[in-house]
């Protein structure tokens, strides 16, 4: 979907993170999430070394060891909000989903031209914002432009057995008819959205 401004629409998504994220707490860290076995730390963790790794990654740089997961120090809401910037500026430089990003979290020698890389990374964020606005008990709008772009993507994201795979990115889709273009769109990649009420 080259045609799409994902560099753009991902900007929207993080900045949406950003938000969620300046309401975190010293008291919010050992909170569940929707992601399988991470505490608001961890999903804030993940989250920071993603954005680390994909700028990175988007300078053409491939050491797997750049994607390790981060220490988030004394104010882990600040050291996510600075990895958010951080990515945000990188995927603004020049020519960039005109790029080669080198994948390593997904596979060795995994490499993706950068416009796909960036969409990986766009979807992603949507369904991150959601899970740490989840987990606070409160919640995140996406414009209409966002949600239709998301719901394309989902419909990309492969199905299957893989989807359970330790480290899988997405759990099986959850069977959901309700309402809600957002709730929809995590259902697809395996979030409940009556979740903590269905756990």
């Not at 008291?27 to 569940?32: F, G, V």
């Not at 053409?60 to 750049?66: C, Q």
């Not at 995927?91 to 490499?111: Q, S």
């Not at 990115?169 to 979030?191: C, K, N, T, Y």
Request: with cysteine; proline share 8%; glycine share 8%.
């Amino acid at each position: 979907m080259p045609t799409i401004d994902f560099v753009f629409l991902d900007r929207q998504a993080v900045n949406a993170s950003i938000e969620v994220a300046a309401g975190v707490t010293d008291a919010d860290l050992n909170r569940p999430t929707p992601c399988r076995a991470w505490t608001v730390y961890g999903l804030l963790a993940h989250m920071t070394t993603q954005h680390y790794g994909f700028a990175a990654a988007s300078r053409g740089e491939s050491d797997p060891d750049l994607w390790k997961l981060r220490d988030l120090g004394d104010d882990p809401a600040q050291a996510y909000i600075e990895s958010a910037e951080h990515v945000l500026e990188a995927f603004a430089e020049d020519g960039v989903t005109e790029r080669i990003f080198a994948l390593p979290e997904f596979g060795p020698d995994v490499k993706a031209p950068g416009h796909q890389a960036v969409s990986f990374h766009f979807i992603d964020y949507v369904v991150h914002s959601w899970d740490l606005a989840k987990s606070l008990g409160t919640t995140v709008d996406f414009t209409q432009d966002v949600l239709v772009t998301a719901w394309a993507v989902t419909q990309m994201v492969p199905q299957g057995p893989g989807r359970l795979d330790p480290g899988a990115p997405f759990g099986p889709e959850v069977d959901w008819s309700g309402p809600g273009r957002l709730d929809q769109i995590v259902a697809r990649l395996g979030r409940n959205p009556l979740w903590p009420l269905s756990s």
